[in-house]
């Protein structure tokens, strides 16, 4: 019961200011003018949302191509690293028999052409 009290004079309250509050905007001349002035920044704060929300789209696109064109860049970038390393490998692999020849030739020269030392023969 005592809640229904409260908040009856909650309402009670809650109506006695907001009828104060539009009878001073509305009734006096002081009033008057500052809902003249509220609506008037309503309207500005209103006009300026509208266009934003116009804009909107275009940014929208526009942030669209910027990441186009940079994920294209990024792409090429990727091409180019992919070939350097392409063309990298096919230099080592090209290199490696001329290598393996070299290693071979050393091994022959080592092992075949050891002249005998007299000293140890004894």
């Known amino acids: 019961m005592s809640d229904e009290k409260n908040n009856s004079l909650n309402n009670f309250l809650t109506g006695a200011i907001v009828g104060a509050v539009v009878t001073f905007l509305f009734a006096t001349k002081t009033g008057r003018k500052i809902k003249d002035e509220l609506l008037e920044e309503g309207s500005r704060l209103i006009d300026a949302i509208s266009d934003e929300i116009d804009d909107a789209p275009q940014q ?10 940079e994920l294209a860049e990024k792409a090429d ?3 180019d690293f992919k070939e350097g390393i392409r063309d990298s490998a096919q230099e080592i692999l090209r290199e490696v028999p001329e290598q393996a020849e070299n290693i071979q030739k050393k091994g022959r020269h080592f092992f075949f052409s050891k002249k005998s030392n007299p000293k140890n023969e004894s």
């Open 60 to 69: 929208v696109k526009d942030t669209k191509k910027e990441i186009k064109k």
């Open 77 to 79: 970038q990727v091409e």
